[in-house]
């Protein structure tokens, strides 16, 4: 299996100062078509995990500007510009190109 | 407005059997792949498996943990995934979640909690 390691796992921020994320898969994640199948998730306390960032850096509807991923192959980071409260959660990477589709530990974001 | 509800979560004993259903609305199920999670308690997520839909054949993967175990269905007139659980373990407790899709996993339910215990 695909083994996805974060970094940190734990985050403590100040409200309006910038946090990264840094995710790295075992194998490569580039799919024979082309893609790169590398999602970001957030799980807010008590709340269902939310699809942020779809292959790599295609943020969804409704997801605010402040984040962005990026990264390729084996090495992938997501950003939040500017911390804001209601982005406290546990933000989680996971593989789509080989299964079985795995996640990383996640990392917990919190305000200092 | 797309919505995911699960339903069927309880408490169990171990060995026995629980099906969970996931019943979406607000958009045309026949067309998505369905996916289940699941998360312990207080630990990450674990992907247990996914059913195609029947444009792609309907077909099923399921993690290693819990094939041969578990059995995902779909009934597409209803709009309503399944997840049978069988033979289930203490480990097996979690909150079980389904999501729309198989990469995509853009909509995901609130989840259903099921507690393996004697």
């Known amino acids: 299996d695909v083994v996805m390691t974060q970094s940190p796992l734990s985050l403590p921020v100040t409200l309006g100062q910038p946090a990264s994320i840094s995710c790295r898969s075992s194998?490569?994640?580039?799919?024979?078509?082309?893609?790169?199948?590398l999602n970001w998730f957030q799980q807010r306390p008590g709340h269902s995990p939310r699809r942020l960032i779809y292959?790599?850096?295609n943020r969804d509807s409704g997801v605010p500007d402040r984040f962005s991923g990026s990264g390729s192959g084996t090495d992938f980071t997501l950003k939040i510009s500017r911390v804001e409260a209601e982005d406290v959660g546990v933000y989680y990477c996971?593989?789509?190109?080989?299964?079985?589709?795995?996640f990383g530990p996640g990392t917990k974001v919190d305000i200092k | 407005e797309v919505q995911l509800v699960e339903s069927g979560g309880g408490l169990v004993q171990p060995g026995r059997s629980l099906r969970l259903s996931c019943t979406a609305s607000g958009f045309t199920f026949g067309d998505y792949a369905m996916s289940w999670f699941r998360q312990a308690p207080g630990k990450g997520l674990e992907w247990v498996g996914f059913i195609r839909s029947k444009a792609y054949g309907g077909t099923i993967e399921y993690a290693a943990s819990v094939k041969g175990r578990f059995t995902i269905s779909r009934d597409d007139s209803k709009s309503i995934a399944y997840l049978q659980m069988n033979s289930l373990k203490i480990e097996d407790t979690a909150v079980y979640y389904c999501?729309?899709?198989?990469?995509?996993?853009?909509?995901w339910g609130q989840g259903t909690l099921v507690t393996v215990s004697s």
């Open positions: 194998q490569s994640l580039v799919y024979s078509d082309g893609n790169t199948y």
């Open positions: 292959k790599v850096s």
């Open positions: 996971m593989q789509g190109t080989h299964w079985p589709f795995t």
């Open positions: 999501a729309r899709g198989r990469l995509n996993l853009d909509y």
